[in-house]
């Protein structure tokens, strides 16, 4: 991440880091601080780079035996900085790097085989092959009786390239529980306005959308009817990267942890704000402790 705020890479400015990073990533190791049993499909270069970030997922608690390790490809990295009105221009070394080279592996197929659930993030779409080893894992999830969610974190403009249309719809009927951000509700109901949105998407056969606001707080919205809404914590924001991804993390680990949604709606918040406030994508994830005192000390945004 570069020090300085400005644009792009190309002066010799200074940088820091590594992070460990990615956006499934991030959501991993929020889940597993907070006491969740989480693992994932990866693929990292045999490098200092992909070292660092399977030792930061292992050192929280997550599974990492079904993130495999290229000998021939680096592992996926990306070059940040923010602009001046906040936001970002990126340097990413994605499609020619590890992070594309997930696969089935044996390793793979044993995690889905005693999953509970599946989470599944719209950043898969931009790697090769992710969509097939989604299909596995949705079909072992479910034969087992499992449950799945699903954060958008999907480009309008990707919708229209080959089958991502489709695949999207139909991870959105897959999906029990729906995790947007802002405009992405409506890109998923494929609808302009919140009640209609959330309306439409109930029809398609989601249980539970969890909206989330960035500044204004997040929203959860059942199909039985029941709505809750937290206002978002007030933090002096330092890198908000990977906040949507900490907030995920938190509200799947609290919801399967048996937390109803509005307790689970206030860890997934305090989870999304503390990250803010420490530079580095995934560097203020929390643990459940971590986070109640966060709670406690922080004031709420009138």
Known sequence: MATTRGEGFRQPIGLVGPFPSGAPAIFVDQC????????????VGDDDFGRLNVERLRAAGADVSAVAVSPDYPTGSAFVRYRTDGSRDFV??????????IAATPAAEALFARAGHLHVMGTAFAIPGAWEI??????????????????????????????????????????????PSGDELFVAAGVDREAEAVAALFRRGVAEIVLKRGAEGSSVFQAGGGRFDAPA???????????GDCFGGAYVACRRLG???????EYANAAGARNVSVLGPMEGTGTRSELDDFIARTPRVA
């Open 134 to 179: 989604t299909e596995e894992a949705l079909r072992a999830v479910r034969a087992r009786g499992g449950s799945v969610s699903f954060d958008p974190n999907l480009r309008k403009e990707l919708l229209a390239q080959g089958q991502t249309a489709a695949r999207f719809a139909q991870l959105i009927d897959s999906a029990d529980l729906l995790l």
């Open 233 to 243: 914590f007030a933090v002096e924001e330092v890198d908000p990267t990977g906040a």
């Open 259 to 265: 937390l109803q949604p509005a307790q689970a709606l």
């Open 92 to 101: 990413y070394n994605i499609a020619k790097s590890a992070a594309a080279l």
């Open 32 to 43: 597993a601080r907070i006491g969740g049993s989480v693992g994932m499909v990866a693929c």
